[in-house]
């Protein structure tokens, strides 16, 4: 796992995209995989880096069907990853950046699996919040398959959160409607029920997921619980804007 770990790293210091893990280490468990990914972030936090939540990916059947996986995955979320609404993202520091519109759970208490439920998940939220995420690949042009891209931390570059809070109660999430839009011309829609029925779900699996690794969601972390729709192409000059029913919204701009 110290190799492929190494070759991550240094795709990461060159900025070179890489061919896929998949390909030279054929032999690439899910579980190997994980266990470069928690390498990897163990020395973030050595480094400095501060873990600050998880991100859930592959939770549509939209991204399933986009990158060819069949199953969830998790990553990590670092203090470092965090933009501000309506900030800019430097596109030349990232690879091969794509957007995701998301809603994003923090919690007021922590939820270890392996059974947790959506209902757990909701009673253990101190507020949702609409959110971005621009994922990133170090494998040159997303041929990814589901190994690569949990070694990879899940292909997490960036997030953005909104500016308001909203409490969960009351709230319909499976019924929330997303718009996302590219310098003003809607890209695609989703729903919250498209992430696994219901984004609350999308939380209790990655809980129960986390169960395996001895790793527990905790109270303050944001959760980002999966795109609703399919992930779209960045480049230079874009404007991203994501709106969501009851929500508000949430925009990024990539110099």
Aim: hydrophobic letters at 40%; charged letters at 25%; proline letters at 3%.
């Amino acid at each position: 796992m110290q190799q492929i770990y190494e070759h991550l790293l240094h795709a990461e210091q060159t900025k070179t995209a890489i061919k896929p893990l998949t390909n030279q280490y054929p032999h690439l468990t899910i579980h190997d995989a994980y266990q470069v990914q928690l390498r990897a972030i163990e020395q973030k936090v050595k480094d400095g880096h501060k873990v600050v939540g998880k991100k859930i990916g592959l939770t549509s059947f939209a991204m399933q069907e986009l990158l060819g996986v069949d199953q969830p995955d998790y990553g990590h979320l670092l203090d470092s990853m965090s933009i501000p609404n309506k900030g800019s993202i430097d596109i030349d520091s990232l690879f091969e950046p794509k957007v995701e519109g998301e809603i994003a759970f923090v919690l007021n208490k922590d939820l270890k699996g392996p059974h947790v439920t959506a209902e757990e998940v909701l009673s253990a939220t101190e507020y949702i919040i609409p959110s971005l995420e621009i994922v990133d690949s170090r494998i040159h042009n997303w041929e990814i398959k589901l190994e690569d891209t949990v070694a990879d931390n899940a292909s997490c570059g960036l997030y953005v959160l909104g500016d308001e809070k909203f409490n969960v109660s009351g709230l319909e999430l499976n019924k929330i409607e997303m718009s996302l839009y590219k310098n003003g011309e809607l890209s695609n829609k989703g729903t919250g029920a498209d992430v696994l029925g219901h984004p609350a779900a999308c939380v209790a699996w990655l809980a129960n997921k986390l169960f395996e690794y001895d790793v527990v969601l905790k109270a303050g972390e944001v959760i980002l619980s999966g795109a609703l729709s399919a992930a779209v192409v960045a480049q230079k000059g874009d404007v991203f804007t994501a709106e969501f029913s009851k929500l508000g919204k949430v925009e990024i701009v990539f110099r």
